[in-house]
């Protein structure tokens, strides 16, 4: 149950971290990629306490994992088209890793029941 609020935790952060570098998009892409990239990172979120409430959790955690990556994606491509410089880049994805791992090890102690 902690490592559950922990990744949630982490998650909320990462979310008011992502809002620093979101504001710095050109405005012809804050209603286009920030916004796409704001709601996968709140759908995240939302499968995050979804799957901690659900007794059987092997498909939530897929889809948590698959939107993690979903969010990646979103990331690289700002990077590529410079709408965030490297140190956001590097922060950002410093986080999305750690919840990477996070998921990892909740999915593993799940199986390992």
């Known amino acids: ?13 990462m979310i008011v971290y992502a809002y620093t570098a979101l504001r710095q998009y050109p405005r012809a892409e ?3 990629m920030a916004a796409d990239t704001k709601a996968a990172m709140y759908e995240l979120l939302r499968l995050i306490i979804v799957c901690n409430k659900k007794y059987y959790k092997k498909t939530t955690m897929q889809e948590v994992d698959t939107q993690l990556d979903i969010i990646r994606s979103f990331v ?6 410079q709408y965030i410089n490297f140190h956001k880049y590097e922060v950002w994805t410093a986080r999305l890793d ?5 998921i990892g090890g909740w999915a593993k102690a799940q199986r390992d029941k």
Do not use: P, T
Not at 76 to 81: C, D, P, S, T, V
Not at 98 to 102: A, D, K, S, V
């Open 1 to 13: 149950m902690l490592q559950e609020l922990k990744i949630k935790q982490k998650c909320e952060d």
């Open 76 to 81: 690289r491509m700002a990077f590529k088209m």
């Open 30 to 32: 804050k209603y286009g």
């Open 98 to 102: 750690e919840i990477g791992r996070m």
